[in-house]
């Protein structure tokens, strides 16, 4: 079936750099996708969503960017800051299916 | 407050026993999602429900059970059919077609 994937299971960034964590997906009826911050021992909370009509939205700190073309999803986080580090799931919905997570990829932030 | 509780935090199983994990919301959704995590991984759909007095099997529903016999809740009961039961197990909810909420998370540990 159709599965959605990280490229990089770990990532390190200095306090105050951005971040880039990559997601891609296979099903091109894809149609919403989710970024998920999960700290250790927690639930996954919810951090921005993007649809895909759409290629790009911005929140607070935090962009989506949707590449249709290549199936491919990024979150970028500016000004990376220590409480930023966490494990990030990208996530993919299908209409009124469940949502498909990948494995994660765990954010250190380097102080 | 609105939200998604989830109980026990914490429970300990001996092998053979049947546990049930509490989830409810008061969030009027009408989807209900429970996920098994193992350490260092994703989370794996177990069953799910969109509407009440009905539900559906996930990837890994063998060694489960639910049941969903109220819109604010969706009780999960871990059979000693499940060979490997030691997890963190998250109840999620949602509008249909939107971003799923999750619970704190109850961690199970056969001994």
């Known amino acids: 079936g159709e599965s959605v994937g990280l490229h990089l299971p770990t990532l390190s960034v200095q306090e105050g750099d951005n971040s880039i964590i990559n997601c891609a997906y296979s099903?091109?009826?894809?149609?919403?996708f989710i970024w998920y911050k999960q700290e250790s021992g927690k639930g996954p909370q919810f951090i921005i969503d993007?649809?895909?009509?759409?290629d790009k939205r911005q929140g607070q700190r935090v962009t989506v960017l949707l590449n249709k073309t290549v199936k491919h999803l990024s979150l970028q986080i500016a000004a990376t800051q220590p409480g930023d580090s966490a494990v990030y799931f990208c996530?993919?919905?299908?209409?009124?299916?469940?949502?498909?997570f990948g494995k994660g990829t765990r954010l250190s932030v380097i102080a | 407050d609105g939200g998604i509780t989830q109980s026990p935090k914490y429970l300990f199983r001996k092998e053979g026993q049947n546990v049930t994990l509490s989830c409810e919301q008061n969030?009027?959704?009408?989807?209900m999602y429970w996920y098994r995590q193992d350490p260092g991984q994703g989370l794996r759909l177990i069953y799910y429900?969109?509407?009440?007095?009905?539900?559906q099997k996930g990837d890994i529903a063998e060694g489960y059970s639910v049941s969903r016999e109220k819109k604010e809740s969706f009780p999960l009961t871990v059979t000693s059919a499940q060979k490997n039961p030691t997890a963190f197990y998250l109840c999620?909810?949602?509008?249909?077609?939107?971003?799923?909420?999750f619970g704190p998370g109850t961690r199970l540990t056969v001994l």
């Open positions: 999620a909810s949602s509008r249909r077609g939107d971003e799923q909420f």
């Open positions: 099903n091109s009826a894809s149609d919403y």
């Open positions: 993007i649809r895909s009509n759409m």
């Open positions: 996530a993919d919905g299908r209409g009124n299916t469940p949502l498909v």
């Open positions: 969030l009027n959704h009408d989807a």
């Open positions: 429900s969109q509407i009440v007095n009905d539900f």
